[in-house]
């Protein structure tokens, strides 16, 4: 049972290019989201999904978009890389009617230059 | 959505028991209290989860006053591996998944 799995684990982008953070949970939770941790601050949730085809935006969504194809998928898309992006990515998913007992990936630590 | 207080800070020693007090004067009814534990380079944890009075399990224990307003997260005998950061949550789990996730607690144990 892997759990959360969040791919890469490191990445560098240039300002201006995109890319997409892997996240996959074999847990069958219904929801998933997206957050990023500064250095010394707590997380902000940047999307998330309460189930396949449904998605809705968090407290920093500008600058990513998110889709929900299947129960088991989440990827983040950075659009167009920004310095302001830089930080460290965490999916979490849960089963909903439960309780607030999130299960969290490694983390994606992405530096914009 | 309602917003929790924490101190910044607190260390301790190796053996002895730890107590880090959460405020949350605006809990709503149907709110739930969570509390993760997260090491650096790494992401939290879940430790804790409760509604009022004590919840016990094998990691820590949760104290939860009558009036909800604030909770102790409560850590026996705790050892060097304990050092981490401690984030106090609430939140309904059924409608709000907007939780928001503070500074948290930087809790040091010395040996």
């Known amino acids: 049972n892997a759990g959360v799995t969040q791919t890469p684990k490191f990445q560098v982008l240039k300002t201006g290019q995109s890319m997409t953070l892997q996240c996959a949970q074999d847990?069958?939770?219904?929801?998933m989201s997206w957050y990023r941790q500064d250095p010394g601050m707590g997380l902000r949730l940047i999307h998330y999904s309460v189930g396949a085809g449904i998605t809705d935006q968090g407290e920093v969504p500008n600058g990513y978009n998110v889709s929900r194809s299947t129960t088991e998928d989440f990827p983040l898309r950075l659009l167009s890389a920004a310095p302001s992006q830089t930080s460290v990515y965490f999916c979490?998913?849960?089963?909903?009617?439960?309780?607030?007992?999130?299960?969290f990936g490694s983390g994606t630590r992405l530096t914009v230059v | 959505l309602a917003k929790t207080t924490q101190p910044i800070s607190m260390d301790s020693y190796e053996g002895q028991e730890v107590n880090i007090t959460c405020s949350h004067n605006?809990?709503?009814?149907?709110?739930?209290i969570t509390w993760y534990q997260q090491f650096p380079s790494q992401g939290p944890r879940f430790i804790i989860q409760?509604?009022?009075?004590?919840v016990t399990n094998e990691v820590a224990s949760l104290f939860i006053p009558a009036d909800r307003k604030s909770s102790t997260l409560s850590l026996p005998r705790v050892s060097l591996s304990d050092t981490a950061v401690y984030y106090c949550?609430?939140?309904?789990?059924?409608?709000?998944?907007?939780?928001?996730w503070g500074a948290g607690t930087k809790l040091i144990i010395k040996p």
């Open positions: 605006n809990i709503a009814t149907n709110d739930y």
């Open positions: 847990m069958n939770h219904e929801y």
């Open positions: 949550l609430v939140g309904d789990g059924d409608s709000n998944y907007q939780l928001i």
């Open positions: 409760g509604y009022k009075t004590k």
């Open positions: 979490a998913s849960f089963r909903l009617g439960q309780n607030y007992g999130y299960t």
